[in-house]
Nanobody
Framework: VQLQASGGGLVQAGGFLSVSCTASGGNFPNYGMAWFRQAPGKEREFVAAIRRTSAATYYSDSVKGRFTISRSNTRRTLSLQMNSLKPEDTAIYYC?????????????????????WGQGTLVTVSS
């Protein structure tokens, strides 16, 4: 399985951007998917996750109400729409995939639970 990220870029505070991730290989509809981000000098942190059927989504407190995660199992694509961006959202954004999705929500916030990662795409928010 390979993940190819796209999107991102430079935007002013208050603006919006979207990032996407397309998977090749494997059985995409079975995968648990998530977005993480890593700012310079900081650890990788959870942003959002989505169940394989899109029946539920999960967000970190810092992005809840501003970001929306979605997926298309037919297009094998994971997306993150980011609105009302803040300078503290500046980071490299990574899509992540777990081959065998488990029930529950707590594990989705742990980067070690994911098997494959995209190459990352940079989002820069200027003040």
């Amino acid at each position: 399985v390979q993940l190819q990220a796209s999107g991102g870029g430079l935007v002013q505070a208050g603006g919006f951007l979207s990032v996407s991730c397309t998977a090749s290989g494997g059985n995409f509809p079975n995968y648990g998917m998530a977005w993480f981000r890593q700012a310079p000098g900081k650890e990788r942190e959870f942003v959002a996750a989505i169940r394989r059927t899109s029946a539920a989504t999960y967000y970190s407190d810092s992005v809840k109400g501003r970001f929306t995660i979605s997926r298309s199992n037919t297009r094998r694509t994971l997306s993150l729409q980011m609105n009302s961006l803040k300078p503290e959202d500046t980071a490299i954004y990574y899509c992540a995939l777990r081959l065998n999705e488990m029930a529950g929500s707590d594990w989705r916030r742990d980067p070690s639970m994911y098997t494959y990662w995209g190459q990352g795409t940079l989002v820069t928010v200027s003040s």
